[in-house]
C-alpha cells in the first residue's frame, strides 16, 4: 500500500517490467532463511528515488542481506551502487575512471541531496541513456 501512490508516477510497461522482476528477484520458493525478506520501506525509497532522478537507463536491482533494495547503473568499467533505506536515505559508492585514473566516493544521505554530491562524475554517464524516457 505504501508504494502505489509512488508507482503510479512509472509508466505502465516500466512498471509492468519493474514487478516482474521483483516478483523473479523476491521469489518466496526460492529465498534463503539467513537473508532477510525485503523490506517495504527500501522498496518505497526505491520508487521515490526513481521518480526523483527520471532515469532514462533503468538500473539492474537487487536485494541485500538485510533486505534493503539495491539499485545499480553502469557504464563501461564506471559504476554506482545504491541501496534504499529507511525514510528516503540512501547509502551508495560509486567508483569511475577520471583522465586513466580510478577513482572511487561513497556517501550516505536523503535521496534528494544525491545528484548535487555526485555532480562531478557527470551523473547522466550513469542515468541517461538517449532519449528515451521511461519515468
Known amino acids: 500500500q505504501r508504494t502505489s501512490p509512488i508507482a503510479m508516477y512509472l509508466d505502465r510497461a516500466w512498471q509492468n517490467q519493474l514487478f516482474d522482476t521483483l516478483d523473479k528477484l523476491f521469489a518466496f520458493e526460492d529465498w534463503d532463511d ?3 525478506l525485503p523490506a517495504e520501506y527500501s522498496f518505497a525509497t526505491f520508487l521515490r528515488l526513481i521518480i526523483h532522478l527520471h532515469p532514462t537507463k533503468r538500473p539492474g536491482i537487487g536485494l541485500s542481506a538485510r533486505g534493503h533494495v539495491l539499485a545499480s ?9 545504491i541501496e534504499c533505506l529507511p525514510n528516503d536515505e540512501l547509502r551508495w559508492v560509486l567508483s569511475q575512471s577520471i583522465v586513466g585514473n580510478r577513482e572511487s566516493a561513497a556517501g550516505k544521505n536523503k535521496i534528494h541531496r544525491l545528484l548535487d ?11 541517461k541513456d538517449g ?5
Open 117 to 127: 554530491l555526485i555532480e562531478g562524475y557527470e551523473p547522466d554517464r550513469f542515468f
Open 34 to 36: 539467513e537473508f532477510a
Open 73 to 81: 547503473w553502469s557504464r563501461d568499467r564506471d559504476r554506482i551502487v
Open 131 to 135: 532519449d528515451k524516457v521511461i519515468a
